[in-house]
């Protein structure tokens, strides 16, 4: 109930001035203003960063944009295409976040000098696969883990699959744990390697996300996409947009949290949270005084804005091409 109140408007209800409720929606505004709204646009500077990229995503930032133009229009007249759109997103989003997981992992794994066989890294991303399939079918499978009502967008349920399907989805999921832990063990017995600790937080993370029930789940889905996955994208983002711009490698970490903090990075951040005000804020605000229903319009803007997200992030961060993989890695 309280998310809701977020979502729907700026005005805090008076019933709730506790200090303890007061810290829970300070909270919601900073997860979701700082790192959640701006880690969508943190994409497009990176599509509009060096001329290289933006010769390269070309298509990310012109055609791909102007497909949301319709989608958009659609979702104002259709309302029941909104509820389709941010359903979808349901669907697809823990996906997002556990492939994200996966290529953090890879990053940390590399910095420390652990590094993984080509088939070892298949296991580990299948793991990572296995279980957004596990996670997905479900969703997809018992109603009981698809809400009804998103932040005030009426939700639909496109079920239940085939029970048999699930079955089968947590079996292979299963089987790729077993798989997973095995390649840890062997790497640590035979080679006295061991996996990052960032990186075993990173999986344990996206594993209570996606595998826990009730409560722990509500609380895990109200903290993860800011402060766990927005976070961590924007420090990537981050990253990124000052390497790329000439930070010296080798740097220590206190030297390198005052790069961030200097005028351009506060200036990217600024600008990326400013960014996504505008869009998740501003938008919703805009359509409420022509008469639209905010929280519609709000899920409209999260469904087309994560369209072109997920889409983009998937050619954009690959640690395959070589110049990603030398400014990630430096």
Avoid at 30 to 40: E, G, P, R, V
Avoid at 115 to 143: A, C, D, H, P
Avoid at 155 to 168: D, H, K, Q, S, T
Avoid at 180 to 187: A, E, R, S, Y
Wanted: aromatic content about 20%; proline content about 5%; glycine content about 6%.
């Amino acid at each position: 109930m309280l998310i809701n109140y977020f979502f729907i408007g700026w005005t805090i209800p008076t019933e709730f001035h506790t200090p303890s409720q007061m810290f829970l929606i300070t909270m919601m505004f900073l997860s979701q203003h700082i790192f959640a709204d701006s880690h969508n646009t943190a994409t497009y500077m990176r599509i509009w960063g060096s001329p290289d990229d933006r010769e390269r995503f070309k298509f990310y930032r012109t055609w791909l944009v102007y497909s949301c133009i319709p989608i958009f229009v659609l979702g104002l007249l259709k309302p029941d295409f909104t509820s389709a759109l941010v359903y979808l997103y349901l669907i697809t989003v823990f996906w997002h976040y556990a492939a994200q997981t996966f290529g953090i992992s890879l990053i940390y794994c590399y910095k420390r000098g652990y590094y993984l066989k080509n088939w070892e890294k298949e296991i580990f991303r299948w793991f990572i696969l296995s279980m957004s399939g596990y996670v997905i079918i479900r969703f997809l499978t018992y109603q009981t883990f698809s809400p009804r009502n998103f932040y005030g967008v009426p939700i639909p349920f496109w079920g239940p699959l085939p029970e048999v399907l699930f079955n089968a989805a947590q079996f292979v999921f299963y089987i790729l744990t077993f798989l997973f832990i095995f390649v840890v063990l062997k790497k640590f017995i035979m080679e006295k390697k061991l996996i990052p600790l960032p990186s075993v937080l990173l999986v344990l993370t996206v594993s209570c996300l996606g595998l826990s029930k009730d409560t722990s789940n509500a609380m895990l889905w109200f903290y993860v996409p800011g402060f766990f996955h927005g976070s961590q994208y924007l420090a990537v983002c981050l990253s990124y947009y000052l390497k790329e711009r000439g930070m010296p490698e080798g740097m220590s970490t206190w030297d390198i949290a005052k790069v961030a903090v200097s005028a351009p990075g506060l200036k990217y951040v600024g600008t990326v949270i400013l960014t996504g005000c505008f869009f998740y804020v501003g938008i919703p605000h805009f359509f409420m005084q022509l008469g639209f229903d905010y929280a519609m319009v709000g899920g409209l803007v999260l469904g087309v804005v994560n369209y072109h997200h997920f889409i983009t992030d998937a050619a954009i961060w690959r640690l395959r091409d070589k110049r990603c993989r030398e400014l990630l890695l430096a």
